[in-house]
C-alpha cells in the first residue's frame, strides 16, 4: 500500500473524478498507479496490463461517481482504488490464462455492477475469511480446499487425503468447517463487518 499522505479528502477524489478534474486525475495517477503497477506485474501481469487495468477502474469509478452517486467512502481512496483494480485484475486472469494458478483472491471478484462500498466490506470480509483459514492446521486446509473450492466428492477426498471412507472425509469437512467459523466469529471485526 502507498505510505504517502493522500493529498485530497476521499470525497475531493471522487468529486474530481465525476467533473473529470485533470488536477485530481494527475494526482491520482502520480500517487497510485505506481502501487498498482508494482500489484499487477508481480501477479502475473506487464505494465501495459497494469496501466489498462488502472484505466478500467478510473472508468468504472467515474460512471459510478456520476451514475450512482458514489460521493464518499469509509476507507482512504488508495485502498478503494487498490481493491477495484486487483479484483478487476484477477477477474481479468481468470478469463485470459485459465490454466494459471492464482490466489484464493478470484473468488471475489468486483463486477462492473457491484456496489463499490459493498465491494470494500466484501473484501474485507474476505481478508478474514482467509486469513483464519490459514490458521488451520494442514490437513484441514486441504480437504476443506479439495471439498469446497475444488468441488471434489468425498470419496475423491477420502482417496486423495489416504482416509478410511467417504464417512470420515464428510465427517472431517464438518469439523475442519466449524472449526474454521469458530475462528472467524472469534474476531473482533467479525461483528464490525456484519456478516
Not at 481478508?127 to 488451520?136: N, R, S, T, V, Y
Amino acid at each position: 500500500m502507498v505510505k504517502t499522505t493522500p493529498k485530497y479528502t476521499p470525497r475531493q477524489y471522487l468529486d474530481g473524478i465525476r467533473r473529470n478534474d485533470p488536477t485530481i486525475i494527475n494526482c491520482i495517477v502520480e500517487e497510485y498507479l505506481p502501487g498498482i503497477r508494482r500489484h499487477i506485474t508481480h501477479n502475473n501481469g506487464t505494465e501495459q496490463d497494469a496501466a489498462d487495468t488502472f484505466q478500467e477502474a478510473m472508468i468504472s469509478l467515474f460512471l459510478k461517481t456520476r451514475d450512482k452517486g458514489l460521493r464518499d467512502l469509509t476507507c482512504t481512496f488508495y485502498t478503494f482504488l487498490f481493491e477495484i483494480c486487483k479484483r478487476l485484475w484477477l477477474s481479468k486472469l481468470r478469463k485470459e490464462k485459465p490454466d494459471l494458478e492464482v490466489t484464493l483472491d478470484e473468488w471475489m471478484l468486483l463486477t462492473a455492477d457491484e456496489d463499490p462500498q459493498q465491494a470494500l466490506e466484501n473484501a474485507e470480509r474476505h481478508d478474514l475469511f482467509w486469513e483464519k483459514f490459514f490458521l488451520l492446521k494442514e490437513d484441514c486446509r486441504q480437504v476443506l480446499e479439495m471439498s469446497l473450492i475444488e468441488g471434489k466428492k468425498a470419496e475423491e477426498v477420502a482417496d486423495q487425503m489416504g482416509y478410511s471412507s467417504a464417512g470420515y472425509a464428510r465427517k472431517k469437512r464438518y469439523e475442519c468447517k466449524e472449526k474454521w467459523k469458530e475462528l472467524i466469529k472469534s474476531d473482533p471485526r467479525f461483528e464490525e463487518l456484519k456478516f
